[in-house]
């Protein structure tokens, strides 16, 4: 675990860099149109469709009818509002980072690249459409298990854990296959992956851990495609030595 370690810590020093300071300016303004997008074209239309389901019979609307003649009235108001928080806040996250994995990933590489790792040579591709695959499947895995995995959320404790390990997930399947497809070839990419799967979660637990922090998690996306490329490189690096060296990978 050592190297994951030592990538993140990079990553933060790499972070300080103006070129690396400035691409924060990306995930900060795609938050910025993203909600305004979503307060004009969603926010009402789901809040109102949710206040249907949930209150238009049955037992929520006797619930919400019982606790009003206690004067607790509102509860379909904010109830509706709380769970589309909820399903909105995430989706922000995932489009961050799909975007950042996507389009701004290239420019960490070739910074990162043109310094500590010039000696690695590049033997991938710019795919930007293998990318996009990436993250588009990525994407609908993550919407799926994070909604099914929405009742936990009444659990207090799994409330926090539950989207931290989720994020974690969805950030190394997309930031671990965007680090090193420029660099590894189809074989490369597909051992190093293999081979070092759980280490790249625990370096997405750290990153996304950022999350829960105010204002840190405006530079998670960006300081998670450091991470993730401070660690492919010295991973594909080192393995390449082994292998002409005669050793293991």
Known sequence: MQRVFTAFGRAVVSQMHPKMLALLVVPFLLAIVFWILTAFLVWTPLTEWLQGWLFGGGLMARFDNWVAGYGLTGLRDWIPALIALMVVVPMMFATAVVLVAVFAMPVVIRHL?????????????????????????????FVVGYLLSL???????LALIVPWLWWSWFTARVMRFDSLVEHATASERKGAIASRRREYFVLALLVTALNY???????????????????????????RVALAAGGGA
Do not use: E, M
């Open 113 to 141: 690249g043109a310094g500590a790792y010039r000696d690695v040579v590049r033997t991938g591709s710019v795919s930007v459409a293998a990318s996009a695959w990436n993250a588009a499947v990525a994407s609908l895995l």
């Open 151 to 157: 009742p936990l959320w009444l659990i207090p404790p």
């Open 213 to 239: 922090v105010p204002p840190f998690f405006l530079i998670t996306p960006v300081l998670s495609a450091l991470a993730f490329s401070h660690y492919s490189l010295a991973l594909l690096r080192d393995r």
